[in-house]
């Protein structure tokens, strides 16, 4: 796999070590039991898979190597590259501006940039309508372009399965950067829906086996699919695509359950197959993650931006099971509390908490746009507050003298 030239402070002496080691042992993925880390009080338990994917590292090479090759020039982001504050922040004290907040409204008027600005798209890609708006007043949209390949990829298939016919059906977050830029893409050349959950795939269901009306439909839908979509035509052969940081296995599921109704009630062929598109890191990090289910800890918890979908369906997994706290960086960790993110209410809540009654497995996980660095940076955190000695160095040559002797 390609290696990725990213700034120096996003890389790890401790996580990044032992997810090289991972990799070292084990080349061919086969083994996804988790990392157990002994402190001599409690362990630290980290899935196979977390962090930094394949999109996100090359994203960060792109928008900084566009920072060092035009000093002088205005650089702009058309909005956050990735969700993580830390990544977002150190571009902003660059001096790269952001045109769009992460649900599309402006920053920056289109009337302040000229041909000479450099604009970088973010991982999530865009639309075809911001790229001709861009390309009208001169601006390269090619060049830093830090789209991820398995986002365009998505774009691929829709626009494949589009030409012949069929409707793209696009499970996302309706105002999510990366669903925006794919219903703009798929729509191109096919009817396209946007749908949340299976609750709006039973919708969909419940319009082709006749048990909602068009009038009801349409109103569910009103501002979630193509222009003058007609459900009565548009269903009767679909593919389903996704945004690429849902829950693989929700995706799957849509998809088996929207293929059955179509199929009875259309034929065979009303169903486009497009398992392939799904992202391999996001299956990846999710099904490690899903290991940890099987360790017995009571305590799990999950790093990355409040805003990043992908690290919350990491947290919602492992919810399942643990207490889960979705925290952005170390700062949200105290002697007696810790501040979170609700995964009901969406809101930032702190729990009286005291770390250091934790027995067994702390599990410690990151999402894909998460640098090592600020994992690090919470695992010293709890050991401050637990008052356990920090000794990455001594733990990594201990856990890997066991490894070797298995």
């Not at 793209?168 to 798929?186: D, L, M």
Request: net charge negative.
């Amino acid at each position: 796999m390609k290696k990725f030239e990213i700034p120096q402070h996003f890389r790890s002496s401790f996580t990044g070590k032992i997810k090289q080691l991972r990799r070292t042992m084990d080349p061919r993925k086969k083994d996804w039991t988790p990392t157990n880390i002994p402190t001599g009080k409690f362990s630290f338990v980290f899935p196979r898979h977390m962090g930094f994917c394949y999109g996100v590292e090359n994203a960060i090479e792109i928008a900084y190597k566009a920072i060092h090759e035009n000093p002088g020039k205005r650089i702009f982001l058309l909005g956050e590259m990735i969700h993580n504050p830390a990544v977002n922040e150190d571009l902003l004290s660059m001096g790269v501006r952001f045109i769009m907040d992460t649900e599309g409204r402006r920053l920056v008027d289109w009337g302040e940039l000229n041909a000479a600005d450099i604009v970088i798209t973010p991982a999530f890609g865009t639309t075809l309508e911001i790229a001709a708006e861009l390309e009208k007043l001169g601006v390269d949209v090619k060049k830093y372009n830090t789209t991820c390949p398995f986002v365009e990829k998505v774009w691929k298939r829709s626009h494949e399965i589009g030409e012949v016919g069929y409707t793209i059906v696009i499970h996302g977050k309706y105002k999510h950067e990366e669903t925006r830029a794919t219903f703009s893409h798929a729509q191109r050349n096919a009817k396209s829906v946007i749908i949340r959950d299976m609750k709006e795939a039973q919708w969909i269901a419940d319009f082709v086996e006749g048990r909602m009306e068009q009038e009801q439909f349409l109103k569910n839908f009103a501002g979630k699919c193509s222009e003058n979509f007609d459900p009565n035509v548009d269903f009767q052969r679909i593919g389903v695509v996704n945004q690429t940081t849902m829950l693989a296995s929700e995706t799957e599921e849509i998809a088996a359950y929207l293929k059955q109704v179509v199929q009875a009630r259309f034929g065979a062929d009303a169903f486009a197959d497009t398992r392939d598109t799904l992202c391999y890191a996001t299956n990846e990090n999710q099904m490690a993650v899903m290991e940890l289910l099987q360790v017995p800890a009571e305590l799990s918890i999950v790093i990355g931006g409040h805003k990043s979908s992908n690290t919350f369906q990491l947290a919602t997994i492992l919810n399942t099971k643990m207490k889960t706290y979705f925290i952005e960086d170390a700062s949200a960790i105290a002697e007696k509390s810790i501040r979170y993110l609700d995964l009901k209410s969406m809101e930032i809540k702190t729990d009286i908490f005291d770390l250091t009654a934790s027995q067994g497995s702390i599990c410690v996980v990151s999402g894909a746009s998460c640098p090592d660095t600020i994992v690090d940076e919470v695992v010293s955190k709890i050991c401050e507050v637990t008052h356990t000695a920090y000794q990455p160095d001594l733990w990594l040559e201990e856990w890997s003298n066991n490894m070797e002797n298995k």
